[in-house]
């Protein structure tokens, strides 16, 4: 009775029936039996603690009165008293991802007069996810929002209870003097000890390298230590604390496939639902664990070969058979529903069958042409690497001690019937010959890989820009080291451009090489390295340093969801020793060595697109030009349509940063800032730290360019290198993974077979079947959105800072980049731009910013999350 006439009273009047003040306040959470289909009891017993008076409450801390109690130095807020969130037990989940909603009534303390955070405890069984808490009518102040987002465990867990501070941001100097001490104590929390192994109720951010990828127990798969070197530098990952292996102390020991989902990251970096990237790591788990081993088992012949292009088409038009009984059975009883019906998208015949890529749906041809190859350097999944030829021969910059004389040997002869009757040196002063080299970064590594099964050369490629602004590949060289000696050389081959006969069937090949690096320097290089290894540090630093109250950490946020999840599963299941990239991929366990190697020559500065177009030669600075800048292959897609995402992406950030840095002294002064900007250099990317390229931040414009690529690496360029995977590798031909034998020598049964089919082969050459249906698979997963996916120029909750500049600038840009898809949609129509079509009708969309849930080969989600 007593609880009725209260909420009566509260209705009527905004009093408690002891004439007492109160305020209304509404909380939405998650409670984990919705998320987490692991744990449905977990309502259960939470309800029990209920009836046994075991709450979750809340308390509000003053940003304006001292707590006069406290005996610490610095003051902090007071509290006010504790409210319990009531109507746990009778308020009905669904059995979807649902949010359940809360009342809690205040009895306010007028001393308390304006909330800046509140301290929340869980006395249930179970964790739940907190997402906003708003008040409706605090006495003189009127609404005042929380944007929580974060999960909130048992209370037994933590040694002080939750902080949430109200939707304001603040620079260290600027925070409320009575929210300071409890600023600076969240903080240390997120920073944690640096010991320990940490278990998933801790909200531990910190640095490891990358020393959980082998297993030195097994001979197969020792590998070496990747960071904390000058031999093999590589950016930080999150620390587990997992226990080293007992063989070498350097190496963190590895767990069971099962175990290594549930991996330590920090919870709210954790995926929270069976979405997008808890099917891939299910899915991954189910290639590995149980599709892989039976494939293997099968007796067919024919298994490891893909006999002709009919044979590939199976993929998509009927599916290829799976065996019957154990197979399946064990899939079904290991993997969730969901899971299973994505991975077996069948007619019920137990068919393994996959979407036809975009890349043959206007014609099973088109894919093997000379003006496709060339269009998808500029517009296909990889359209990064591709350089201006600025000197002829190319030249090496490989140590000659050790590799000795690795210049090209592509001569004027070679290339000067496809140049129109001018000169090599009138075409390259043109701005007319480009060049796809991966001739330098794979030499070092080519005598190990040929020691495998794998067969592979460096390689030079060269194009010319024709009047009609596609590229003709006009000569391609296929490089070795000497056999007698490393030291001696290079031997290389010079293929050139032909339509018929076994000269044609060569080229082809020679293509196929070709492309094999670049799948291998795209998957390791301009995907994983560039964009998920390279932010992970900046996730990590963020956290540890930048406050959630601080403007900075509210800007980059967004740009930060899943990074660490995703970066863990692939630690375990695609980049480790026997992981999907060492089966599918031609630098096998040499995989992230080589990434290593890398890594020694990136420099953050040159992320920003403009820098990295003009380092390139595919860009010269012109003022009158659009965005400063004026691309040398007019027609280039992902560099036209980079720049209007960049332009965008950089006036949002100049809006936001300069409402909150008014000067350069607020740089300079801001302290987090600095150590943030320090940490990141030393700890994160600290086997760099030395190097002189590293921007200061010592301006407003300093924090605009670091943020602004920041943004950029982690939306915009991680989608224009991850969602067209599947629409151009779904069809393996196309972009083939590795390759198993080297051009075959005239008078051999090899050259004889490429004579009389050619078809065959090309297939016996390239990504056998296996290997194609795991590669197949993963970039499937890896090319979809999900329904929850959030996109640049999006934010999870609108409200998400109570300052109107910053949202009305960030209104601005979400408007802007309606504009962009709208453009991009008129080029797209526009067939004098043969770049943006090409042969394959695939339009350029993968810089479009929006996209529906799905395999689309559009939209640029907010961050590396997938």
Known sequence: MDNMLRKVSNMVLGKNYEGKTTVKGKVVLMKKNVLDFNDLGASVLDRAHELLGQHVSIQFISATHADRTSSEKASRGMLGKPAIMEDWISTITPLTVGESTYEVIFDWDEEIELPGAFLVKNLHHSEFYLMTLTLENVPGHGKVHFVCNSWVYPAKYYTKDRIFFANKAYLPGETPTLLRPYREEELAILRGNGTGILEEWDRVYDYALYNDLGNPDDEENVRPVIGGSSEYPYPRRGRTGRPPTEKDPKTESRLSLIESLQMYVPRDERFGHLKRSDFLAYGLEAILKFLLPEFEALTDDTLDEFDTFKDVMKLYNGGIKLPEGRLLDRIQENIPLQVFKELFRSDGEGLAKYSTPEVIKAGISAWSTDEEFAREMLAGVNPVSIKLLKEFPPTSKLDAQLYGNQNSSIRSHHIEEHLAGLEVNEMLKANRLFILDHHDPLMPYVKRINATSVKIYATRTLLLLQKDGTLKPIAIELSLPHPDNEKLGAISKVCMPAKQGVE??????????????????????????????????FVIATNRQLSVLHPINKLLHPHFRDTMNINS?????LINSGGILERTFFPGKYSIEMSSKIYKDWEFPNQALPMDLVLRGMAVEESNSRHGLRLLIEDYPYGVDGLEIWSAIKTWVDDYCK?????????????????WWKEVREEGHGDLKDKPWWPKLSSVQDVIDNCTIIIWVSSALHAAVNFGQYPYGGYPPNRPTLSRRLLPEPETPEYDELKEDPEKAFLKTVTPQLQSLLSVTLIEILSRHTSDEIYLGQRECPEWTMDAEPLKAFEKFGKKLKEIEERIVNLNKDERLK??????????????????EGLTGRGIPNSVSI
Do not use: C
């Not at 943006?836 to 009708?841: F, L, S």
């Open 659 to 675: 409402f909150y840095y008014k000067n350069d002294d607020m740089v300079q002064n801001d302290t987090e800032l600095q150590s």
């Open 504 to 537: 044609s069937t060569l080229w082809q090949l020679a293509k196929a090489y070709v492309t094999v690096n670049d799948s291998g320097v795209h998957q390791l290089i301009s995907h994983w390295l560039n964009t998920h290894a390279v932010i992970e540090p």
């Open 835 to 852: 770049n943006r079509y090409g042969p394959v009708e695939i339009p350029y969309t993968l810089l479009y910013p929006s996209s529906e």
């Open 569 to 573: 599963t692939a630690r375990n299941i």
